[in-house]
């Protein structure tokens, strides 16, 4: 399996503008999860899912985010309008049920690295 | 609701120097945690975790951790540095049984001086 794969890497766009992030995970695995990460906060959950369905949003800043998974194999983040203070990296990360068998961890993508000017 | 501090946010050792990046949790039932470590520009890699087996955990590179309960702790060590190592750890936690949620702490940023 190639992994979690993310995409765009990078992305600037102008304030104002829609942003999708785009998430494929490994086959096979039942939880997807976005994190953002800044240099102020850390990495911070945005939302889970489990089986294509959102368990846990709680994270997600404010009305403008929003995340879909459509099905087992495709996960999309949306920031629309976008704002400076959006411009962070984006993981999505995917796993089996977290525990203490093997390859149950968490397995994370390479980021989306947004810029919003 | 679990939580996770790393204390020192940037660690220096000198190359064949002893690796100590420390790890509190915080969990009102057993954890499961988890070193992860992103090289620049990348994602983040698990370097091992604890699943309440062996307190002593070893992951890869040489990395170790040993979790111990009374204090609460999850400190990663290595006997000797090397200039690979250079990098951003990063302690995370989930509660056994519970949510998925898996908590990260800031970070520790690891320079190795030759």
């Known amino acids: 399996d190639a992994g979690v794969i993310q995409s765009p890497r990078h992305e600037v766009t102008e304030m104002g503008q829609e942003v999708t992030l785009r998430c494929k995970p490994i086959s096979g695995h039942d939880y997807l999860f976005w994190y953002r990460q800044t240099m102020m906060r850390g990495l911070e959950l945005l939302i889970y899912?489990?089986?294509?369905?959102?368990?846990?949003d709680s994270g997600m800043p404010e009305d403008r985010f929003s995340a879909k998974m459509p099905n087992a194999s495709f996960s999309t983040l949306k920031i629309q309008p976008s704002e400076p203070r959006d411009s962070a990296v984006y993981f999505c990360a995917s796993s089996l049920r977290l525990g203490a068998g093997p390859n149950t961890e968490a397995f994370f993508g390479q980021g989306t690295r947004l810029t919003v000017v | 609701a679990q939580s996770v501090t790393q204390l020192g946010s940037h660690v220096s050792v000198s190359e064949g120097a002893l690796v100590l990046l420390r790890c509190n949790y915080s969990?009102?039932?057993?954890?499961?945690l988890f070193w992860y470590v992103q090289y620049p520009n990348q994602g983040l890699q698990l370097l091992l975790k604890y699943t309440s087996a062996a307190t002593l955990v070893k992951g890869i590179n040489g990395f170790e951790a040993e979790f111990k309960k009374s204090e609460t702790s999850f400190h990663l060590t290595k006997p000797s540095a090397h200039m690979s190592d250079a990098a951003e750890y990063f302690c995370?936690?989930?509660?056994?049984?519970?949510?998925?949620?898996?908590?990260f702490g800031k970070g520790t940023k690891l320079t190795v001086n030759p």
């Open positions: 899912f489990n089986n294509n369905v959102p368990i846990d």
């Open positions: 995370a936690v989930k509660t056994q049984g519970g949510s998925e949620k898996l908590v």
């Open positions: 969990s009102s039932v057993p954890p499961y």
